[in-house]
């Protein structure tokens, strides 16, 4: 799934997350739809909380803080994403009464509740297993807190655990001498912990490129701390892997500031309006909204664009208000109907950015899949070898250059994409029905 810019609103809302170093530094193995999940009920949880609610979350709340494009798949890959929860365990270790070491095996959440329709909804109510109570509910010591929007924008699930881990260490930076604090891991201590399995990540090559690197440039790019590394060896071999930990004060997230208060004297039904919308939208933009459109037209578009979105039919209700409040009443169909119904006057303009959108993103989508699943399916090289050795473009095919150096070739790499796409189908969703949608634009 790719990412659009998070909105205003979004970026600028400070939700904390609070956890226990254990579950820090417990075992488990997300993908980023589970981790988003996850991460989105860990900021519905308030300090005062002294045992779990039913948590709700809703598709339009993730595409808003997580900033994503929605291709009309997110409520599925959300549901997805959290009923898969119920199978994944967390694996803690801690020290007993007595000074004994235990190991802890739990369940993440308990309880998933959705509609089976998307049409009658899409909220999807979580609840927390009582075993994790003790690991995010009245945290006295030895908890990690940090600002969400660090994560916001990570799509690596190692990117966000190394975030995390490194996060612990943040407070013993000592700007006074080296400005840096160290976390040192044995390469099998981080992969256990980031829940990388026997088998994958052999080579450390590859794990440092794909899992190290990766974070490095991620935490560096978007969040308020960076890193570097030492590296250790044994007999040639590296082992361990030192973090030098910064501050990364480029990325430090400031508080933002008040919101404007409503107020009365821009119109006298100002406050009407802004009671309904303020969850979403702020009163700056209710405020323009009153100086550029008729109050009625504002109040017809905003009933009608809440009545869509309680209905589980808008995906991203801040564009939509926008949309709806800014759409002219077509008289003849008010008079038709005791229903007012707007009257959607779709502009060229807008179906335009839609398709410039989608063919910029489609391709990056495309190679982005192609990518993931030649890390993640070990034989699929070695399947693709055999058809472009043996099929249509075997000629095409340069057996002087390897094949990633092929697979970069605009008509051979596209041969070569093609066959996974035609061998892994269900991994093109998200790409087949963008393809889909921009046809259906461009008709």
Sequence with gaps: MRKTKLSENVSNQIKLIRKSNKLVEARYKFDIWEMRVFVKMLTLIRPEDQDFAQYRINSTEIIHDFGLYDNGSIYKSIKEGAEKLLTKQVEIERIDEEGRKKRIKANLISSTE?????????????????????????????????????????????????????????GMIDEAKQGYAKRKFSIDELKKVLGIEEGEYQLYGHFKNKIILKAQKDLESETDIRFEIEEEKSSRKIVSIIFLIYRNT??????????KQAVANVHPKFNKIFLKVKDYVSAD??????????????EV????????????????IVKYLQKMVRTEINPTLESKSSTTTPFIRVENEEALDEITKLK?????????????LLTQ???????????????????????????????????????????????????????DNMIKRLKQLEK
């Design 377 to 431: 399916n070990k034989t699929l090289k070695n399947q693709i070898l055999i058809n472009m050795q043996n099929g249509l473009f075997a000629k095409f095919y340069n057996q002087n250059l390897t094949f990633e150096q092929n697979l970069k070739d605009p008509m051979v790499g596209g041969a070569m994409k093609g066959l996974i796409h035609q061998a892994f189908p269900e991994a093109f969703t998200e790409y």
């Design 114 to 170: 959705s509609f089976v329709d998307e049409n009658d909804g899409t909220d999807i109510i979580l609840k927390f297993d009582p075993e994790l109570r003790r690991h995010l509910l009245d945290l006295k010591e030895k908890y990690l807190t940090y600002d969400v929007r660090n994560i916001l924008k990570l799509t690596s699930v190692y990117s966000i655990r190394i975030y995390e881990l490194l996060k612990q260490y943040e």
């Design 285 to 298: 933009i209710v405020e323009n909204w009153f100086k550029e459109i008729p109050y009625e037209q504002i």
């Design 301 to 316: 578009g905003v009933g009608y664009a809440l009545s869509q979105h309680k209905r589980g039919k808008v995906n991203d």
């Design 360 to 372: 910029s993103i489609s391709d990056t989508v495309f190679n982005q899949i192609c990518d993931d």
């Design 250 to 259: 480029k990325n430090s997230k400031k508080e933002p500031k008040p919101k």
